[in-house]
Structure formats: C-alpha cells, structure tokens
C-alpha cells in the first residue's frame, strides 16, 4: 500500500469553491530508463486518477511517464451536498488505491 | 584540463558578486540555508506540508517506530522511546554524537541500526532503504524548527578537527576540496545552479533530482563523485568526520526535516 495524503477541508458552505490536494507515494518509473546492469527498467506509473462523490465524478486525470514520482495534484470543486469523497489512482501492475474522506456541507 | 580550467572560470566570477547582497539572514549572519536560494515554488513545497513529498517518508517512519517487531518479544522503538513529540524534539540536531560504548561518534543513521540490532535483535537497515531512510526522517523531523546543536563534548573535538582537514582536503581528478566551492565560491554559479553554502539543514532531503528522499551520506557521495574522487564509503570515519564538521559549521542554523532540495 503507498502512503498517500489527502488536503480537503473537514466542512464547506454549500455552493463555494475549494481546494482538494492528493499526494501518492509511487515511483513512476517512466519505462526509459536503465537500471544499474544496463537493462531497461519496465514502466510502473500510475495511470488514471479519479476522484468521486458517490457515482458522480468530480475530477479525474490522465497521467503519463513524465510526471514525477510521488504525484501530487490539485484541483477545485464545489460541493452540494454532504457526502463522502472516494480517491481512486489506478496504473500498471494492477495498481489500484483508494481512499475516502467525509465532506460536510454546511 | 581544459574542461577544468573553463568550469573553474565559469564558477569564479567576481568576488563582489558572492553571496548574493542582501539575502543574508536579518540577525547578520552570513550562513544561508540552501532554502534560501530556491525558487518560490521548490519553497513553497518545502513549506506547505500538504505539498512535501518527504512527509509520506516520515508517516513511514511513524508506522515503523510504532510497530512491534514481528520475531521474539523485543519491543517496538515506542515501548522504549515513547511516543513521538517531548521525547524525540531536539535529538535529531545533537547528531553525531559520542557513543560511550563503541568509543565513536555517530550519526543518526547509525544509532538508529545499533538500536535494533542490540534492542530488537533485528538486522541493520540498509544505508539508503526506505525503511532508515523513514525512521531517521520520523526521528529528525521531530526537532523540525530548533536549532542544529552539535554536543560540546571534547572526546568529539578531535574527529570534528579531522573532518575540517577532510572539508579542505583537495580530492578527485578535478582536485577541488568542499572549501573551494562551499566555502570560497558559494553564491557563485556553477553551470546554472547556485552553489550552495553547503548546511546540512534538512536531511534526509527529498531531491527533486533524486526523485525521492536521500541522506547526507548519499548527498556527500554526489559531491564526491562530482570532483571524480571514491567517495568515502558508508559508515566509514571519514564520512562521520565531515558530517561532525558540517555539524559544527552550521551549529545554530535551523532544522527543516524534510526539506526540498532541486
């Protein structure tokens, strides 16, 4: 399981904007480079990355081998109604990782 | 040669130009954290906590000082430690330090590996592994914002006197010492980076470079290589001499675990 860190913030007002910031730990080894023994290192990079509330989706990401290790991503929303938000980063060797935080709007 | 004597010119401009006016910490000090030369952004990752990728290595760390060790009924680093907070704040800025009982400094690395070996009967951690690299993260973190203070004890003064030989000692086919660059020529560039005044303020560093977190011991075996000298291997006493030496150079200077570097 990466280590991942997730800015939102514990209340809103319905209708405002705000900031969601989501930190993963992961290599993303771009598949370019070689290791110590001169042998191409395969590509582990995360994919896609998503964030839901519920089945509506809030904002999500394409992401590819120049992005830098431990991606870290913001992004803006506005939120209507109270909820739970479900971050998903999906990418090569089946990895997959989820993680939820409650939103209260007030 | 040529190579050399255009990169000692590129790096040697004029003396009025050194340490950029200016920039120089309010109480006078002429000692600049390399922070102090980073670009607003690489700053502002530094700073923000939500932003610092070195903070996942830390909330490793965490975990491990918490969890048990899964052999024998040795405890975890927090049955003997505590918890983190009161117990840890200022450990991290007296390393090294004298170990009475291997009659030698160390560094934190280091005490960390003896800890387990001796305590939870465990194997040492590799030097640059996630997992010392996460602890000793956690550990320096801990003393976040108080000042770097090397120990003033005497039994240290001769190692720190041999790590100031070494910091002046001209090393490598480039035949530079540390001095020439981090001492005589800081502020100056050399190709388009500033030459840092060389603190080590904020180890272990998330590099952007290195794409991950790092320790002075691989951050001195860069510079080393950098002047095509052998870098002192790990653990070794010269590698504990200049990191008492660069202690002491920057005793006083604040703690910024984990801090950015480009």
Same mark, same amino acid.
Request: proline content about 7%; hydrophobic content about 40%.
């Given at each position: ?28 080894? %771009? ?19 998503? *964030?839901?509330?519920? /089945? ?27 909820? %739970?938000? %479900? ?20 | ?56 290595? !830390? ?10 060790? @899964? ?5 975890? *680093? ?12 200022? !450990? ?6 004298? /170990? ?14 003896? *800890? ?36 003033? /004890? ?23 010492? *540390?001095?020439?660059?981090? /001492? ?16 080590? %303020? ?24 950098? !002047? ?5 291997? @790990? ?12 202690a002491w150079r920057a005793r006083g200077m604040t703690l910024e675990t984990p801090a950015i570097r480009p």
């Open positions: 399981m990466a280590r991942t860190r997730l800015t939102v913030p514990k209340s809103v007002r319905r209708g405002e904007i705000f900031e969601i910031r989501a930190l993963i730990g992961h290599p993303m080894e %771009t598949g370019y480079r070689p290791d110590a023994s001169g042998r191409r290192l395969p590509r582990d990079i995360i994919r896609r990355f998503s *964030c839901r509330q519920g /089945d509506r989706l809030v904002f999500s990401a394409d992401l590819f081998p120049a992005i830098s290790a431990n991606p870290y991503l913001a992004f803006h929303a506005v939120a209507t109604e109270s909820g %739970t938000l %479900t971050f998903t980063w999906e990418g090569d060797n089946g990895f997959s990782q989820t993680e939820t935080v409650a939103i209260q709007v007030t | 040669m040529g190579l050399v004597a255009a990169m000692l010119a590129l790096v040697s401009g004029p003396a009025g130009s050194q340490g950029a006016a200016g920039t120089a910490a309010p109480s006078g000090d002429p000692r600049r954290s390399g922070f102090a030369d980073m670009s607003a952004p690489i700053q502002a990752m530094q700073r923000d906590d939500s932003q610092n990728p070195g903070l996942l290595w !830390v909330a490793d760390g965490e975990a491990a000082w918490r969890a048990r060790p @899964a052999a024998g009924d040795a405890r975890s *680093c927090e049955g003997c430690h505590g918890a983190a907070g009161a117990a840890l704040r200022g !450990v991290a800025v007296r390393y090294p330090a004298w /170990d009475a009982r291997l009659r030698r400094p160390v560094t934190l690395q280091q005490r960390i590996n003896d *800890c387990r070996e001796r305590h939870q009967s465990l194997p040492p951690l590799g030097g640059e592994s996630d997992a010392l690299l996460g602890l000793e993260s956690f550990v320096a973190h801990q003393s976040r914002g108080l000042p770097i203070a090397p120990p003033d /004890d005497a039994r240290l003064a001769p190692w720190r006197e041999q790590g100031a030989a070494l910091f002046a000692q001209r090393i490598g086919q480039l035949n530079l010492s *540390c001095a020439q660059c981090h /001492d005589e020529r800081a502020g100056l560039r050399l190709g388009g980076s500033i030459i840092p005044q060389g603190h080590p %303020t904020g180890y272990p560093i998330y590099r952007l470079e290195w794409q991950g977190l790092g320790s002075l011991q691989r951050r001195l075996r860069n510079c080393t290589v950098g !002047v095509r000298a052998e870098p002192y291997g @790990a653990g070794t006493a010269e590698a504990v001499q200049l990191e008492l030496h660069l």
